[in-house]
T-cell receptor, first 114, second 118 residues
């Protein structure tokens, strides 16, 4: 079945460092791909998305490119801030799931130190 | 924007008791609500999909008699963990599809409930 694999955390970086969180997926067809972020004490929020191959999603300085050839959707940011500390989830829309539910990776906790 | 309010955020209960978790859509009508569970260092796993006014659809391996889902109105869905045991300790989170947005990305999430059964 469809699945998402993302790098395990926690990831600890200094402010202004470069961030990469790897995400690969297994799916039939052409899933839509997402990154969600969960700040402490809050619900999941959509960070960015891509719906077809070679699409680049971007938001708040974060970017991810839908690579069908490598089945990847890695999250990157050139210069992280303390306020980026959160848990990041890679996800896809299940192609055969019930009413389009999301399938998530395990989440990667990011801590950014000043 | 569309907001889902989930309560309680944390609950500790004794083994054998039942716990109810509520999710309310505050400024929209949620015809479909998804319930997820996350164990430590694991993915969020879909437990069930609830539709207003009808029975919930449970994923394989999820006991429907143990995890009772009620979606009696367009703004409220509840998950009741009956006769809870320590192995039910987990993080439960609800999600609603926001009407009017594309199927692909019109979702909003509650803040989650950390259940600890002692």
């Amino acid at each position: 079945g469809d699945s998402v694999t993302q790098m395990e955390g926690p990831v600890t970086l200094s402010e202004e460092a470069f961030l990469t969180i790897n995400c690969t997926y297994t799916a039939t067809g052409y899933p839509s791909l997402f990154w969600y972020v969960q700040y402490p004490g809050e619900g999941l929020q959509l960070l960015l998305k891509a719906t077809k191959a070679d699409d680049k999603g971007s938001n708040k300085g974060f970017e991810a490119t839908y690579r069908k050839e490598t089945t990847s959707f890695h999250l990157e940011k050139g210069s992280v801030q303390v306020s980026d500390s959160a848990v990041y989830f890679c996800a896809l829309i299940a192609t055969g799931g019930s009413q389009g539910n999301l399938i998530f990776g395990k989440g990667t906790k990011l801590s950014v130190k000043p | 924007g569309a907001v889902v309010s989930q309560h309680p955020s944390r609950v500790i209960c004794k083994s054998g008791t039942s716990v109810k978790i509520e999710c309310r859509s505050l400024d929209f009508q949620a015809t479909t609500m998804f319930w997820y569970r996350q164990f430590p260092k694991q993915s969020l796993m879909l437990m069930a999909t609830s539709n207003e006014g009808s029975k919930a659809t449970y994923e394989q391996g999820v006991e429907k008699d143990k995890f009772l889902i009620n979606h009696a109105s367009l703004t409220l869905s509840t998950l009741t963990v009956t006769s809870a045991h320590p192995e039910d300790s987990s993080f439960y989170i609800c999600s609603a599809r926001v009407p009017g947005l594309s199927k692909n990305y019109g979702y909003t999430f509650g803040s989650g409930t950390r259940l600890t059964v002692v």
